[in-house]
């Protein structure tokens, strides 16, 4: 059994930032990608970014420039920098992890973030 408790999320002004985290705990044997995604109101979920267990990073177009993505492989914790943020980046963030030789990813419960503007 694998568990994702994530944190961090909350009500921010446009212009402001967020930091995520996402720790994993449970029957973990090695980690292999970990990632954000997140769910817009009235929209599908979609890729916010993914960090490799080597480090290697890969963002959607909307959060370039703006968010950092990072992990610490000794605490089996994702995080995700928000900065300059807009009321667009509105949604439930989940994150998701890949467990090596595991079929399929875990998912957190989501960590809602709200920008006003």
């Known amino acids: 059994q694998v568990t994702l408790e994530e944190s961090g999320g909350g009500l921010v002004q446009a212009g402001g930032s967020l930091r995520l985290s996402c720790a994993a705990s449970?029957?973990?044997?090695?980690?292999?990608?970990m990632g954000w995604y997140r769910r817009p109101p009235g929209k599908q979920r979609e890729l916010v970014a993914t960090i490799a267990s080597g480090g290697s990073t890969d963002y959607a177009e909307s959060g370039k420039g703006r968010f950092t993505i990072s992990r610490d492989n000794a605490k089996n914790t994702v995080y995700l920098q928000m900065n300059s943020l807009k009321p667009e980046d509105t949604a439930v963030y989940y994150c998701?992890?890949?467990?090596?030789?595991?079929?399929?990813?875990?998912w957190g419960q989501g960590t809602q973030v709200t920008v006003s503007s």
């Open positions: 449970g029957n973990i044997r090695s980690i292999a990608t």
């Open positions: 998701t992890i890949r467990i090596l030789f595991d079929v399929n990813p875990y």
